[in-house]
Nanobody, 124 residues
């Protein structure tokens, strides 16, 4: 079992930045691939970014490529999402997720554990 807790959401103006953190506890964090998904009101959950267990491989949704960066610190059992140049369409609840196979899949069904989510609101 892995417990995930997200931090760092909030209200930011268009063009601003936020850094989300996801702290993990339970089974060995470094064994899991990690990802961030988001869900806007009335929309389906969508993939944002993923990172392998080692941190050496990442992938991003086209909508955030070049603006968002996913990283991890296995010594701190934490994964991060640095979000720059935020747009109103980035407004959503952001979730971190853990995958035992480290697949970096864009399909949320592949993930075994989820955090409770943190709200990010980008206003103009």
């Amino acid at each position: 079992q892995v417990q995930l807790v997200e931090f760092g959401g909030g209200l930011v103006q268009t063009g601003g930045s936020l850094r989300l953190s996801c702290a993990a506890s339970g089974r060995t964090f470094s064994n899991y691939g990690m990802a961030w998904f988001r869900q806007a009101a009335g929309k389906e959950r969508e993939f944002v970014a993923a990172i392998s267990w080692s941190g050496l491989s990442t992938n991003y949704a086209d909508s955030v490529k070049g603006r968002f960066t996913i990283s991890r610190d296995n010594a701190k059992n934490t994964v991060y999402l640095q979000m720059n140049s935020l747009k109103s369409e980035d407004t959503a609840v952001y979730y971190c997720a853990a995958d035992r196979t480290s697949s970096r899949s864009t399909n949320y069904h592949r993930y075994d554990y989820w955090g409770q989510g943190t709200q990010v609101t980008v206003s103009s």
